[in-house]
Each structure stands twice: as C-alpha cells, then as structure tokens.
C-alpha cells in the first residue's frame, strides 16, 4: 500500500528565503504526483502535475522534482514571501486509473 | 463553471441527523471525487465517479454514507445518522479524466454535535 510523508510538517522562514519541501512515497512505480496548496479554511489549489516520466516541472517561482527511484519529490519555493504562507500538500498517483493519496502536508509561514 | 462549486460551505448537524453535501464539477469534467479532510491530516479518499457511474466507493467508511451523481455532472454526497466522528471538511475535485490533473472544491465543512 502506497504511503506518502511530508518533512517538515511546519517550516517558519524570513521573506525572500529559497526554500525546499520534500515528499517522499514507499513505492517507487507511481503513474504521476501532483503539488497542491491549501489555505486556511479553503480548499485545495493545484500547483504542479509531475508525469512519472517527468523529472521537473516549473511554474513562476515554483519547481518541483520527481525522483522515482528513490521515492521522492521536491517542491522548491524562490524567493518566498508572505503571500506563500499555506500549507502545502503532496499527492501520489499510484498506477492508471488509481486515486491520489495524498500526505500530511507542510504548513509553511513565511514572515515579513 | 469557472471552477468547483460546493455547497454548502459549512453544515452543524445535531448527532444523529441526515445531511447532503452538494458538488457542481467543472463543465465537462469526466471524473468526480469526493475526500474527507480531519484537522490537521491530508485528505483522504471516499469514492470516484466517471460520468455517472460509481467506479470506486472503497473508501467510504461505512454503510451511512451515499454518494451518487445521476446524470453525469452534479454529485451529492449523503450522511445518515451523524456521528461525532463525522465532522470534517469533505472536499470535491474533478478532472477531465481519472489520470490528468484534479481540481478541488472550496470543501464543505460538517460539524457534528
């Protein structure tokens, strides 16, 4: 059975820090992950969709990374800023026509 | 629609009493999920649609709770009976198919008391 875990499970960083959150899944043969942002009270924003195939994606000042054999990905933050605060989701897909399972989640505060 | 619409945004139920849930998809979204999200845990899945037809209900917890989507675009997701237990933010997402990136609802959040 397919489980994922997020570190760390909060994170508190000064404006304009690069920072990196990591997802990391127990079964390397996955279809693809997605990266999602969650506010407060709201609910979940897609950010990146990673193909099992793929071993980046980039959108503005977001990067995420895949790395299937070690089970693992990586979504890098540039030059952070308070409107950043959330907290972020990581979800696996575990084969073709499978459904997400997702992990805890890193809250993330980033101060003026 | 612009996005997914649930309604409604939050629901106190008294222990023991029926609830509905209600999703509006995407316009021509294919899939449809329904999660349930505790305090401070990541969603956890319930049940898939693809048009209207219920291809996965293995996450449902038990036999109180009922999901359908009639006619393919609207789905509502059912609670009888209540329980503390219950209380959650159920999220919705649709996708064009099961494999392709998901979008989620605002959630709607049920508190049980």
């Known amino acids: 059975k397919q489980e994922v875990t997020q570190i760390p499970a909060a994170l508190s960083v000064p404006e304009g820090e690069n920072l990196v959150l990591n997802c990391s899944f127990t079964?390397?043969?996955?279809?693809?992950l997605q990266w999602f942002r969650q506010d407060p009270g709201k609910g979940l924003t897609s950010l990146l969709l990673?193909?099992?195939?793929?071993r980046e994606q980039t959108s503005g000042r977001l990067n995420a990374s895949l790395d299937k054999s070690s089970g693992r990905s990586t979504l890098y933050i540039a030059a952070s800023q308070p409107g950043d605060s959330a907290t972020y989701l990581c979800?696996?897909?575990?084969?073709?026509?499978?459904?997400?399972?997702f992990g805890p989640g890193t809250r993330l505060s980033v101060l003026p | 629609g612009a996005g997914v619409s649930q309604s409604p945004r939050y629901k106190v139920a008294k222990r023991g009493q029926d609830v509905a849930l209600r999703c509006d998809p995407i316009?021509?979204?294919?899939?449809l999920f329904w999660y349930q999200q505790a305090l401070g845990q990541g969603p956890e899945f319930l049940t898939y649609?693809?048009?209207?037809?219920?291809?996965?209900k293995s996450g449902l917890p038990s036999d109180r709770f009922f999901a359908e989507r009639p006619e393919g675009s609207v789905s509502t997701l059912k609670i009888q009976r209540t329980q503390q237990e219950d209380s959650a933010v159920y999220l919705c997402?649709?996708?064009?198919?099961?494999?392709?990136?998901?979008?989620f609802g605002q959630g709607t959040r049920l508190t049980v008391v």
């Open positions: 997402a649709s996708s064009l198919d099961q494999n392709t990136e998901a979008f």
């Open positions: 079964d390397s043969a996955i279809y693809n």
């Open positions: 990673i193909q099992s195939s793929q």
């Open positions: 979800a696996v897909r575990p084969g073709y026509g499978q459904n997400f399972v």
């Open positions: 316009s021509g979204h294919v899939s």
């Open positions: 649609f693809q048009n209207e037809a219920q291809l996965d």
